[in-house]
């Protein structure tokens, strides 16, 4: 049977407007197609943007050989980053608007042109790049105990839920991408440490690779967007109290703290 994509897509947002876990799409259709979870995923975008959000941006997840390997598969996923999901410096993510996050450390590249693929290489992505800089996203996984499969998370915009970036950055080629560290520390312990080349040999790539597969759908990256180049290491569940921080080799500390909310 074919799949409803806006059925679908309202039932995600559902999920996330009220902060509770859903059953995954796929325990309840035969079949999920990549193609079939990328449509959900713009008619959940198209939802969101019909109510006045924007869009900051456009992420990968799955870009380390590590997540690559759980999730068994090769391929990278693509998804969105709407401006409401962007958290400005020092403000804290409020868990009561989170279903069951987690956080972890993201090379974020700002545009300063357009990429429109195919053909996008990553020296076209350095070209196109104002800076560089650190961030930490947070994924939030609408499904039930975070547990999905590949076009599942596709459909669910990449677990997208929030974003900060770091203040401080670089200038595209002021430094080797594949050898710039992130040590992750929650709560003062270290979780994670990672090199850049953990995202599929060279972040540059991963975005080459983000502009590429949307050029395929007639879209592209635009100037002045933040794109997420995906996590080098493990995401962490964030608690109420907890502090995440990403210390960058070359982009200063980014800190993230969450509280309960209202
Ligand atoms: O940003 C990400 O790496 C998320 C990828 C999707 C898998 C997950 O939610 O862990
Ligand atoms: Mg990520």
């Given at each position: 049977?074919?799949?409803?994509?806006?059925?679908w897509a309202?039932?995600?947002?559902?999920a996330?407007?009220?902060r509770?876990?859903?059953q995954?799409?796929t325990?309840?259709?035969?079949?999920l197609?990549?193609?079939?979870?990328?449509a959900?995923?713009?008619a959940?975008l198209?939802?969101?943007?019909?109510r006045?959000?924007?869009?900051?941006g456009?992420?990968?997840?799955?870009t380390?050989?590590a997540?690559?390997?759980q999730m068994?598969?090769?391929?990278?996923v693509?998804?969105?980053?709407?401006?409401?999901?962007?958290?400005?410096?020092g403000?804290?993510a409020?868990?009561?608007?989170?279903?069951?996050?987690?956080?972890e450390p993201?090379?974020v590249?700002v545009?300063?042109?357009?990429l429109?693929?195919?053909?996008?290489t990553?020296n076209d992505v350095l070209?196109?790049?104002?800076?560089i800089v650190?961030?930490?996203?947070i994924?939030?996984s609408?499904y039930?105990?975070?547990?999905?499969t590949l076009t599942?998370?596709?459909?669910?915009n990449?677990?997208?839920?929030r974003?900060?970036?770091?203040?401080?950055g670089?200038a595209?080629?002021?430094a080797d991408?594949?050898?710039m560290g992130c040590?992750?520390?929650?709560?003062?312990a270290?979780?994670?440490t990672?090199?850049g080349a953990a995202?599929?040999?060279?972040?540059?790539a991963?975005?080459?690779?983000?502009a590429?597969?949307l050029?395929k759908?007639?879209?592209?990256l635009?100037?002045g967007?933040?794109?997420?180049?995906?996590a080098a290491?493990?995401?962490?569940?964030?608690a109420?109290?907890?502090?995440a921080?990403?210390?960058?080799?070359?982009f200063?500390?980014?800190t993230?703290t969450?509280?309960q909310?209202?």
């Open positions: 049977m074919a799949i409803d994509h806006a059925h309202a039932y995600l947002l559902a996330m407007d009220e509770r876990e859903v995954a799409i325990k309840q259709v035969d079949e197609s990549v193609d079939d979870a990328y959900i995923q713009a959940l198209e939802l969101q943007l019909g006045g959000d924007q869009l900051a456009a992420k990968l997840g799955l380390s050989v997540k690559q390997e068994g598969v090769t391929e990278p693509y998804g969105w980053v709407p401006a409401s999901t962007v958290l400005k410096a403000q804290p409020q868990l009561d608007e989170l279903v069951h996050p987690r956080c993201e090379f590249f545009l300063a042109d357009a429109a693929g195919p053909g996008i990553a070209d196109a790049t104002e800076k650190g961030g930490i996203e994924i939030d609408r039930e105990a975070f547990s999905f599942d998370v596709i459909a669910d990449t677990s997208a839920a974003v900060m970036i770091g203040a401080e670089i595209p080629r002021e991408l594949a050898t040590v992750f520390e929650v709560d003062g270290i979780t994670g990672a090199a995202l599929l040999g060279d972040p540059a991963c975005v080459a690779m983000l590429n597969h050029g759908h007639g879209q592209q635009d100037a967007w933040i794109v997420m180049a995906g290491t493990d995401a962490r569940p964030l109420a109290g907890t502090v921080t990403a210390r960058y080799s070359h200063g500390t980014v993230l969450a509280e909310g209202a």
